[in-house]
C-alpha cells in the first residue's frame, strides 16, 4: 500500500490562478509531510516541509496539513508558467521517503 | 542545504560491461541515497550508503548488481554491474542530514546498447 496517493492531475491552470494540488495519506502515525518539484528533465527540489497540523506560507506556496482527515494539499498563489512541473508530495517512513508518481502542474500564459 | 554532483553526467556504455556513477557532496552529510528513474515515471529507491557499513537495498536490489561504497561523510559511488539495455535509466543521488529533507545531485542519464 502506498503511504501517500497523488489523487489529482494533471492539473492545468491560468496564469495568475492558485493552484490546488492535493494528497492523502493512510498512515495515521505519519508525522512530516513533504513537497518537492521536479521540472521535466532535471532532479527534484524540497520546495516545502510540514510536521504540524494547519498551514505553512513560504512566499507564493502554502502546505496544508489535516491529520484528521489525512490529507496534505499544496497552494501555490499567483501560478506562474514557471511552475510548470510534476510536483511529488511525500512523507518519511523507516528512515527514507517514497516517491508516487506525482501531480503534472501546467500553468498556461 | 547541500550541494551534490555526479559524475558521469551522461553515458553510453556497451551491454556486459559495468559503470561506476560517482557522488560528492559539499559538506558533510548524515545520509546518501541512490535512485533510480525512468522517463517518465517516479523514483524509485535502489539503497541507503551507509558510511563505513553495508549499503541498504530495497526490494528488487541487489549488491551484486548495484554494489554501492560510502567511504566518508562526502563521497559515495554506485556501481551498475553487468548491464543490459534494461538498466538505461537516470540515476540520482540525494543526501541530506535527515532522510527526510534530502537535496539532489543532476542525475547520470545511462544508456545502455
Known amino acids: 500500500q502506498k503511504e501517500v496517493e497523488q489523487n489529482s492531475g494533471p492539473l492545468s491552470v491560468p496564469e495568475g490562478a492558485i493552484a490546488s494540488l492535493n494528497c492523502t495519506y493512510s498512515?495515521?502515525?505519519?508525522?512530516?509531510f513533504f513537497w518537492y518539484r521536479q521540472y521535466s528533465g532535471k532532479s527534484p527540489e524540497l520546495i516545502m516541509f510540514i510536521y504540524s497540523n494547519g498551514d505553512k506560507e513560504d512566499g507564493r506556496f502554502t502546505a496544508q496539513l489535516n491529520k484528521a482527515s489525512q490529507y496534505v494539499s499544496l497552494l501555490i498563489r499567483d501560478s506562474q508558467p514557471s511552475d510548470s512541473a510534476t510536483y511529488l508530495c511525500t512523507t518519511g517512513a523507516n528512515s527514507k521517503l517514497t516517491f508516487g508518481k506525482g501531480i503534472t502542474l501546467s500553468v498556461r500564459p | 542545504s547541500a550541494v551534490i554532483s555526479q559524475k558521469p553526467s551522461r553515458d553510453i556504455c556497451q551491454r556486459g560491461t559495468s559503470l561506476t556513477i560517482q557522488c560528492q557532496v559539499d559538506?558533510?552529510?548524515?545520509?546518501m541515497f541512490w535512485y533510480r528513474q525512468q522517463p517518465g515515471q517516479s523514483l524509485t529507491l535502489i539503497a541507503t550508503?551507509?558510511?563505513?557499513?553495508?549499503?541498504?537495498?530495497e526490494s528488487g536490489f541487489v549488491i551484486d548488481k548495484f554494489p554501492i561504497s560510502r567511504p566518508n561523510l562526502t563521497f559515495s559511488t554506485l556501481t551498475v554491474s553487468n548491464m543490459s539495455p534494461e538498466d538505461s535509466s537516470i540515476y540520482l543521488c540525494?543526501?541530506?542530514?535527515?532522510?527526510?529533507?534530502?537535496?539532489f545531485g543532476p542525475g547520470t542519464r545511462l544508456t545502455v546498447t
Open positions: 559538506s558533510q552529510v548524515t545520509m
Open positions: 550508503a551507509n558510511q563505513g557499513s553495508e549499503a541498504t537495498y
Open positions: 498512515d495515521r502515525g505519519s508525522q512530516s
Open positions: 540525494s543526501a541530506g542530514d535527515r532522510a527526510y529533507e534530502q537535496y
